[in-house]
């Protein structure tokens, strides 16, 4: 995918004036400006860059249509760890201007009830429409919602991704109650909505590959605003006549999507990526916002310091292994690959803030007896099921074999000397409690809770040890 960054040039506002001017002149001509973005995950530091930009738009446009294609929170501890978590970002797209957010898997890190309370601080809809919430369970999700602009009418239709297991890649305790199809299953459902709008969104949070499977299956959709894989789009991704677009993660980019009509007719859409990570200006409003959201001593504290760089997510997985495993006196420890939330950490002090963006969701520690064969069933099982990312480990190394769709086909354990692995000897295993939710129980039985968090854990483990070094370490390997 293109890194290929945009600023909002003179080339651009005289193409949108132009487009003005011509609905001046043209009463049957109109243009509508989205600006869109997808996997914000707390990055509420890029806000008042952010929030420039749509000022900017809304200068040429005052009904700019922004829209957020899930997964809002989660990665920042000032928003994830607020009093009311994740209001930080809530209140944020409320002073932007949001009109509408799919609902990404991570929407449900503090449960139904959690955003339940964002969805009701919010003066936004929350869509998704591959969700069944029962009666019982007061949460006010829309699968769709209508908007209208210069005279044209916009449907918007929200969808969610379900994994293996059939459910969004959350906590199941998370999602308890509520009831998911894929989102290639029920869309057909919603072709109604073509005949009674304009110009028709899909707001996706399944992923890239799974966008242009939609875009082949229903080709009605003028545009699908997607999220979940962090894919930063080519301009103009077109396929079936449906333009896909995505801006990477962490606000990063947007994207600017400019569609002119014809008696409400579209004639023309086109979509360019602005980069945000270049820009100087901000809003002045929005960052005075912001500080009021980053008071908060306790994440600033120094845990330990690191003598070297993390420079990939592998170091950083190994030092949460080891954490967990000396913190709870287990032989073996395991950590899920989309558990270790950032990939890279300089050397230098390590704060309760850089634990939280390494280990946001509070999970806790949970212990299993079980035997070497079970210890390799249980990573195998973890690779598979957390969409094929690396499991790391701590008190032994090992390599894997996938087959050409990356499905696990066996497993190969050692312990750290390099000596022979005993399959048949007893360990005590440590993992965090997602992962004990989402693969099925070993054969000896269920594990038992610690009742600690495994970021706690990491934490304590840090301000014993003081300096970590965590360079160039590798425990696994996988054979394609």
């Not at 651009?12 to 043209?26: D, K």
């Not at 869109?36 to 929030?51: C, E, L, T, W």
């Not at 602009?149 to 969004?168: C, D, F, M």
């Not at 390799?376 to 690396?390: K, P, R, V």
Request: net charge negative.
């Amino acid at each position: 995918m293109t890194k290929r960054g945009f600023n909002i040039s003179s080339s651009i506002v005289l193409t949108v004036l132009l487009s003005a001017v011509s609905v001046c002149v043209h009463a049957q001509r109109q243009v509508i400006n989205i600006l869109s973005v997808n996997d914000m995950h707390s990055a509420i530091d890029q806000f008042p860059k952010f929030a420039a930009v749509a000022d900017s738009l809304r200068g040429i446009d005052p009904e700019l249509i922004v829209l957020g294609a899930g997964d809002n929170r989660t990665g920042n501890p000032f928003n994830d760890r607020y009093s009311i978590p994740a209001y930080p970002m809530t209140a944020l797209m409320n002073a932007v201007g949001f009109k509408a957010s799919a609902i990404g898997n991570h929407e449900w890190d503090s449960g139904i009830n959690g955003l339940g309370t964002l969805i009701n601080l919010s003066a936004f809809p929350y869509l998704c429409c591959n969700v069944n919430v029962p009666d019982s369970i007061h949460l006010d999700i829309e699968p769709y919602t209508f908007i209208n602009v210069h005279g044209i009418r916009i449907g918007i239709l929200g969808a969610i991704q379900t994994s293996v297991n059939g459910i969004p890649e959350s906590h199941p305790k998370n999602l308890e109650g509520l009831s998911f199809c894929r989102a290639d299953s029920i869309i057909a459902r919603y072709e109604w909505m073509r005949q009674q709008c304009d110009y028709l969104i899909l707001l996706s949070h399944t992923g890239y590959e799974t966008d242009l499977e939609l875009a082949h299956l229903y080709p009605f959709f003028d545009q699908i605003i997607g999220g979940h894989t962090h894919t930063l789009t080519e301009p103009n991704d077109f396929h079936e006549g449906v333009l896909i677009t995505q801006a990477l993660n962490k606000l990063k980019y947007a994207t600017h999507t400019t569609v002119v009509l014809n008696d409400g007719k579209v004639v023309s859409k086109e979509s360019e990526q602005i980069n945000l990570q270049d820009r100087t200006t901000e809003d002045k409003a929005t960052k005075m916002l912001l500080n009021v959201f980053r008071q908060n001593p306790e994440l600033s504290r120094r845990v330990a310091t690191a003598e070297t760089d993390f420079t990939n997510a592998e170091e950083l997985g190994c030092l949460m292994c080891d954490a967990i495993l000396k913190e709870t006196e287990s032989d073996i420890a395991l950590q899920n690959g989309g558990g270790v939330r950032i990939s890279s950490l300089p050397a230098g002090p390590m704060t309760v803030s850089d634990v939280l963006r390494l280990d946001p969701f509070g999970n806790e520690a949970i212990i299993y007896e079980l035997t070497g064969k079970e210890v390799a069933e249980m990573i195998l099982g973890c690779f598979n099921t957390d969409s094929h990312q690396i499991p790391y480990v701590g008190g032994i190394t090992y390599e894997m074999t996938v087959d050409r769709n990356l499905n696990a086909k066996s497993i190969e354990l050692r312990n750290l000397d390099g000596s022979r692995f005993d399959l048949k000897k007893k360990y005590r295993m440590v993992t965090n409690s997602y992962v004990a939710a989402i693969l099925p129980n070993p054969k000896s039985g269920s594990g038992t809770s610690c009742y600690i968090s495994c970021s706690d854990l990491l934490i304590d483990y840090l301000q014993k040890h003081q300096t970590v070094n965590y360079q160039g370490i590798r425990r696994t390997s996988i054979i394609k």
